[in-house]
């Protein structure tokens, strides 16, 4: 079993539509992180959060630590928004990562 | 601003040749530096990272290996490349831990 598991795995919907990714994690941690990794495989980190909400446009990112459990929303989804989302854990020492294997999102027009 | 450079693109080695791939970060100090690798169809997993020059911490016994010769020049190597050794490569880099990380554009490998 994966230290992160993240749910759905794929997943298709509308422009314009709310999309919700989810990651749960078993393992203590320091930070959950989201990642966005496009097409030709680059990866840009959107949030790192230890405690509850982050905001950035029309993505929140949000986190229970008691539940260990994170969601990345987003808001009136745009076909730009693509791409593998990863979800992944820190622990103790904050350089050990624990990746999800991503969510593969595709918005269509 | 702070910038990585990830060198090459693609590559494609033949088994048992060498391999060095090479990420040198501009515009900060003392990064810690990570290299990682994503095999197809699977996540990605941390190889190696590095807090300072010449220290090298590696997370999964492999077939490579990881040299920081410089502040900001992080390399990843391998003496005889393994058909297992094919993936995406990214080198990363944050200002210390517990930060968030900058990923360079990757390096796709492939093994014949």
């Known amino acids: 079993k994966n230290e992160v598991e993240q749910s759905p795995q794929n997943l298709t919907a509308q422009e314009g539509e709310f999309i919700t990714i989810n990651c749960s994690y078993s393992v203590g941690i320091s930070a959950l992180h989201w990642l966005q990794q496009h097409p030709g495989g680059g990866i840009v980190s959107l949030f790192m959060l230890s405690s509850g909400k982050k905001k950035h446009g029309r993505l929140i990112a949000t986190i229970n630590i008691q539940e260990k459990h994170s969601s990345l929303h987003i808001t009136a989804s745009h076909p730009r928004d693509s791409a593998v989302y990863i979800c992944?854990?820190?622990?103790?020492?904050?350089?050990?990562?624990?990746f999800g294997t991503g969510t593969s999102l595709t918005v269509i027009p | 601003s702070q910038t990585i450079h990830q060198w090459p693109a693609t590559l494609v080695q033949p088994v048992g040749s060498p391999l060095s791939l090479e990420c040198t970060v501009e515009?900060?100090?003392?990064?810690?530096l990570y290299w990682y690798r994503q095999a197809a169809g699977r996540g990605l997993q941390l190889l190696f990272y590095?807090?300072?020059?010449?220290?090298i911490s590696s997370e999964v016994p492999q077939n490579l290996s990881a040299s920081r010769p410089q502040d900001r020049q992080f390399i990843l190597s391998s003496k005889k490349l393994l058909l297992s050794d094919s993936g995406f490569y990214l080198c990363?880099?944050?200002?210390?831990?517990?930060?968030?990380?900058?990923f360079g554009d990757g390096t796709r490998l492939s093994i014949l």
């Open positions: 515009g900060t100090s003392n990064p810690n």
């Open positions: 992944a854990a820190t622990r103790n020492t904050g350089n050990q990562f624990y």
């Open positions: 590095s807090v300072g020059i010449g220290q």
């Open positions: 990363a880099w944050s200002r210390g831990a517990h930060q968030p990380q900058h």
